[in-house]
């Protein structure tokens, strides 16, 4: 029995190494070199499990590993040794722990390629310097950041999602230069932090914008020149009212996505033809007057092309008496739902 075990397991050992093309010995050697606090398993030998243990320093990964898990430890530091042999890595989780801008070594993280960098949960007060510039995700939510040190993402062309929601980066944290460098992100998540003005200079690739929680007053009336992908935009939880938005700001064709529940509107935007999604609701709107809102001109509706294509809408939580205004319907004719 323990010898048909054996054969099978070297077998099994076999064909995953074929499967990802490991040279044979370099499996063994990484599962030889498994830490002892760690778990490796033999049919996903490029990764190695370290979460869940009470950890507080990284162990010795072996060199061929390619993802390695470690949150939910009390990891202090993000020592270069722990991690020098690891060339490999391409995903590294090490959500809730207790890691700090002072535990992060120079040069960490620096040579690797790294794709996928998850370090929500910790104690950064800083986004860290000297991010590998292979980096295509970075979540860095629920740290305490309150600073965005000029350059740090100089260089980090491939990064597609920063993910910098519940911190503490107030307007001053960012100037014109903070996201210099991020040539193709898609997604920007600010949310849960302590913003009053729209951050400047978002990169413009951005096609996922998010901002919900903070207290953002106004939007200039140009902020969105400099953003022509965004297709989804997320203001909910701020302090915006009619003052503060431009009444055309909406304006933008590549919209398909607009959220702004919870603020203090008294007045609907005006929005372009192409939104799909419009959420209103919990302002403080009165009325809605679907021929002052309708993007397209009354003779325009009478061609079937022209139609606006907003199918969702939202304005309950409002002051809106029912029913829904007829110029409403007669101008969004592709609504499939609309809460008042
Ligand atoms: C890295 O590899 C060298 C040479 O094989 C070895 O001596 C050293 O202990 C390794 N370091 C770590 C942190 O694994
Ligand atoms: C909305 O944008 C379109 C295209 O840029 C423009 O032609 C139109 O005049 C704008 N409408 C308003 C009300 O700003
Ligand atoms: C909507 O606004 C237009 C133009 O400002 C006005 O002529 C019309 O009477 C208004 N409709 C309603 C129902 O108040």
Same mark, same amino acid.
């Given at each position: 029995m323990s010898l048909l075990l054996g054969v099978f397991s070297a077998f099994c050992l076999l064909g995953a190494a074929l499967s990802q093309d490991i040279p044979y010995e370099d499996l063994l050697a990484q599962i030889q070199g498994c830490p002892a606090e760690c778990y490796c398993p033999r049919n996903f030998p490029r990764a190695v499990y370290c979460d869940n243990r009470e950890l507080k320093r990284i162990p010795k990964i072996p060199p061929q590993t390619m993802y390695l898990y470690l949150q939910n430890n009390v990891i202090e530091t993000l020592s270069m040794e722990a991690l020098s042999n690891a060339t490999q890595l391409r995903w590294v989780n090490i959500n809730h722990n207790r890691i700090t801008n002072e535990g992060i070594e120079e040069g960490a993280l620096g040579a690797s390629k790294l794709l996928q960098l998850y370090m929500a949960d910790n104690l950064l007060t800083s986004v860290p310097t000297g991010l590998p510039h292979s980096l295509e995700q970075l979540q860095l939510s $629920? $740290? *305490?950041?309150?600073r965005i040190p000029t350059g740090v993402f100089s260089g980090m062309d491939r990064l597609h999602l920063l993910d910098l929601q !519940? $911190?503490?980066?107030?307007?001053?944290?960012?100037? @014109?230069?903070?996201? @210099? !460098?991020? !040539?193709? #992100?898609?997604q920007m998540n600010l949310a849960r932090? *302590? #913003?009053?003005s729209m951050p400047p200079r978002v990169p413009p690739t951005t096609a996922q914008l998010f901002l919900d929680g903070n207290s953002i007053e106004r939007i200039p009336s140009k902020y969105f020149q400099g953003l022509p992908e965004v297709a989804f935009l997320r203001l909910n939880n701020n302090k915006l009212s009619h003052s503060g938005v431009p009444w055309n700001v909406f304006n933008m064709s590549s919209l398909l996505e607009l959220q702004l529940s919870?603020?203090? #509107?008294t007045e609907v935007p005006f929005i372009a033809p192409s939104l799909e999604h419009l959420h209103l609701d919990h302002n403080r709107i009165k009325s809605v007057n679907g021929s002052n809102i309708c993007p397209v001109l009354a003779e325009a509706? @009478?061609? $079937?092309?022209?139609?606006?294509?907003?199918r969702f809408l939202r304005l309950d939580g409002n002051d809106i008496p029912p029913p829904i205004p007829r110029d409403v319907v007669t101008c969004f004719r592709l609504l499939r739902s609309i809460v008042i």
């Open positions: $629920n $740290n *305490q950041i309150s !519940g $911190n503490k980066l107030a307007d001053d944290a960012m100037t @014109e230069l903070s996201f @210099e !460098g991020l !040539g193709s #992100l898609v932090n *302590q #913003l009053s919870h603020n203090l #509107l509706l @009478e061609d $079937n092309a022209n139609v606006p294509k907003l």
